[in-house]
């Protein structure tokens, strides 16, 4: 018994020249065909030669099977697009066995015994495929939608959030049994009676911790055991939620808020999502193949079921042309507050690296990139660089501010409505009653000024991101590697711990330090989006120093470290010259060579005069603006 297609009418498969790797096939003999392969053959006719028992017998009113001679070869790809031998020509076969049928339109052809080809099309068993691991992009559009669409998108996204929710209580309750047993019991009373202080206990306390591990591995508290989990609660739910969604969206970031919790420190407890708290869902990547899988990208719009979404596209855009023109691996569907209601956006998860963006009138590179080395020493509110063309400070994100206030406005109102809302819930002295169950009565103005805070606290945000990728574009044009000491920032938000009685005024010290700063300004974003950019360019990047270097006490002139309080924000040099302290911290940096982990003394005395000058033109600037941060110490310097 042979098999083979026979088409009725249409245009030949449109050769490829692209693939590559190809893995050459010997000669293969007969294959019958299963039954559900035929079904899918519905235009074309065969006809049956022979008998064969068993579960691939194909019977004569079934299908018609008419004898062909066999091609060549049989050839696969390993980008998962499969091509075969017609007439010497490689035709490339595109969506698995069910696409050959349909959309085979040539001369018949002989279907080949070569099982591992086979096994792999229909998804049984045979060759795995690997998962990509190049280089991704992404670029987010808006959507246009009607009302009836956002409707839809937010039951969605609601269905999500108490799918979520599901989860997160089904594995708190397995984690409950699980401490229950008294081998786990025993191994965290072990881990709670060990100081990790003490050098000695370190490597026994490592033992207990990869005991504790392997329980919680063995327990399914796991990635893996996870998605499984969500299997049993994602089906009541599937005309609108999908396996892809609920199992490779959902469930990993249920399993990394319990990753958090049980293997690092910061974790302290897993929240539940509260109403309205889903921001983002997102499909399924598919190896070798475009659009995603269930939210998918075609073309103009985006398919979720049977939902399609309209993309708001540009068609002058040059960037956004060569970005859509890439292979999509997932969509992702994003939920942003707007000003009277939520604003949609999809987010397309692309191959490859970011295109360069152009000046669309001179045609030329809208950011460029220099070479050479710039020193970085950022601060809470500010940053200070020093580069062979320049050197200033700055103060971070200085339009954020101002939305910070109405932000402390907005808050007051709600506190105020909150507080007239529900009385039972506080004191005569205004203070929150203990010991009662509090009532969450919300009025109608309440619901509103939630809805302006959130909007301000996105603005907000929106406007912090611009203006750090504006900074980090503008600082690539002076350098391309970047050293910046290293610097813990959540230490630095931290409130501090000891009590202290200040000598002057004899009442205790303040404990708080620069949580607020740095919630607002965003410091550690700045490096980030900095480093993407140079992963991004192939560029070097950000090179960390040691706090060894210890940049704000060195001097190049004498070579001495001299201790300065924070106070003090001018350092006086032996040439009687004042140098403002952050500056000149950036200028050292920039001259530290990380391999002798030492300060270059050549390039330092070299460079210093340049300096100078660069510095004295940056204090003339800031002294002429009317309002800067104390802690750039100009209006002390003016005063003096």
Known sequence: MKACLLPVGGTEIIDTQRQQAWLRVSKASQLFLPRRWLRAAQPYKCRLEGQRTGKTLVTEHQREIKNVAAPEDVVQTFSGVFCVQIRGVLRPVFGGWKALFRDLECNPLQICEFWPIINMITKKRGIPVKKCTTDTCCLTLPLKLEKWQEDRLAKRFEIARQIYNTLVRAEFKKLNELERTPEYKKILEQIHSLDWKDSGNRQRL????????????????????????????YKHFSDNIGSCVAVHGIAPQVWAAFEKYLFKPEGKKVHFKRFGDVHSLRGYSKAGESGGAEITFCGTHIRWKNLELPIKLSPDNAY???????????????????????????????????????????????????????????????????????ADLVELA?????????????????????????????????????????????????????????????TQAETRKRQHTELANYLLSLGDCFYVEEMKWSSLAHRAKETAVSEKTGRFKQKKRFGKSIAN????????????????????????????????????????????????RWNTMPDAQRVQRDLYSAFLLQHFDSQAGIYNLQSLQRDYPQFLQYHDQSIRRLSEMPKTLSSMGIRKSIRA
């Open 521 to 568: 300004k965003a410091p550690s974003t700045l490096i980030g989006i900095l480093q993407q950019k140079c992963e991004s360019l192939g560029l070097p990047g950000i090179i960390y120093v040691p706090l060894s270097a210890k940049a704000s006490q060195y001097n190049h002139l004498t070579g001495e470290y001299t201790p300065k309080p924070l106070s003090q």
């Open 320 to 390: 956004e042309t060569e970005m859509l023109s890439r292979r999509v691996k997932y969509v992702r569907i994003l939920r942003k507050p707007g000003k009277s209601k939520d604003r949609w956006y999809v987010q397309l998860s692309l191959e490859g690296k970011p295109a360069r963006k152009y000046d669309r009138n001179a045609g030329e590179i809208k950011h460029p990139v220099a070479h050479g080395a710039v020193g970085l020493d950022i601060g809470p509110q500010t940053l200070a660089y020093s580069a062979e063309t320049t």
């Open 206 to 233: 490592n033992d207990l911790y990869r005991e504790r591990n392997q329980i919680l591995k063995n327990a399914k508290f796991t990635e893996y055991g996870f998605k499984s989990d969500m299997k049993f609660y």
């Open 398 to 458: 200085d339009q954020v501010q101002n939305i910070e206030q109405e932000k402390r406005r907005l808050q007051r109102k709600m506190d105020r409505s909150r507080r007239s809302t529900n009385p039972g819930n506080y004191n005569t002295d205004g203070t929150i009653r203990r010991g009662v169950k509090l009532t969450r009565n919300k009025s109608k103005a309440y619901c509103k000024l939630q809805r302006q805070l959130a909007y301000l606290q996105h």
